[in-house]
């Protein structure tokens, strides 16, 4: 029987983890720091849909102490983020400690509207930086309608050049996800784990690779695939 996707589960995957003595690090706070700790963790939500869903997990995290990182489209069909109550959302994360990225579709919006890649970022980013008030330093790909995804842009144009610090998926700036384990709930209702940017057939939860004390670990966890007491499934 799978673990279900709880809110009450996550935080106990979090309490877990703690426990472990793992230490939590945002990807900005990973990038400028490096940590070394023997257990190291960083947790990441990407916000694909459903915004309204994130601050329950924000705030299980922020009573736990931990600081996570949140990426949101500012080019979603499924919601605005700069609404009144989604900026409020992202500005609340900000006030309890997490980081608010760009989820990044630059790809998909010159298929779809012809805008030039880079200024589509950097008018997105300073969009966020203007509206939040604080520093906006990185992006994660949004895997859309491009027939690869939005990171065959960052290839090409590292995220340095754009002025943030890092792009989710880099190997030179981040440089986490070749050498990590990552653990992702995204992909039709299962988890799965690349193991130094290797696909595994693992399919365990991430309070499994909590428990093998796997470090660093670096968490992708959709906030719209969990729930409070039921899982109404949402279409996507
Ligand atoms: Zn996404
Ligand atoms: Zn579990």
Redesign the pocket.
């Given at each position: 029987m799978?673990?279900p996707l709880r809110h009450d589960?996550f935080r106990?995957?979090l309490e877990q983890a703690l426990a472990s003595g793992y230490r939590f690090y945002t990807c900005a706070q990973y990038v400028a720091r490096r940590p070394d700790e023997e257990l190291v963790a960083v947790l990441r939500h990407d916000i694909d849909i459903l915004p309204e869903r994130a601050p329950a997990m924000a705030s299980i995290e922020a009573e736990l102490g931990i600081s996570a990182t949140y990426f949101f489209r500012l080019h979603a069909n499924e919601y605005n983020a700069l609404s009144h109550e989604n900026l409020a959302i992202m500005r609340d994360l900000v006030d309890q400690g997490h980081e608010v990225g760009l989820h990044a579709e630059p790809l998909d919006l010159r298929a779809s509207c012809g805008v030039e890649p880079a200024t589509g970022i950097q008018v997105a980013v300073e969009t966020l930086r203007g509206l939040l008030g604080v520093p906006v330093v990185g992006v994660a790909s949004h895997n859309d309608i491009t027939p690869d995804n939005n990171l065959d842009f960052f290839r090409e144009h590292p995220a340095e050049q754009l002025g943030l610090a890092y792009e989710a998926y880099d190997e030179h700036a981040l440089n986490l996800f070749p050498t990590s384990w990552y653990i992702t709930d995204g992909y039709f209702w299962r988890w799965r784990a690349f193991d130094h940017g290797r696909l595994t057939d693992n399919e365990?939860?991430?309070?499994?690779h909590v428990a093998a004390a796997r470090t660093p670990l670096y968490c992708l966890v959709h906030p719209h695939l969990w729930y409070a007491q039921h899982a109404h499934r949402v279409r996507y």
């Open positions: 799978p673990c589960h106990e995957i365990d939860c991430l309070c499994k």
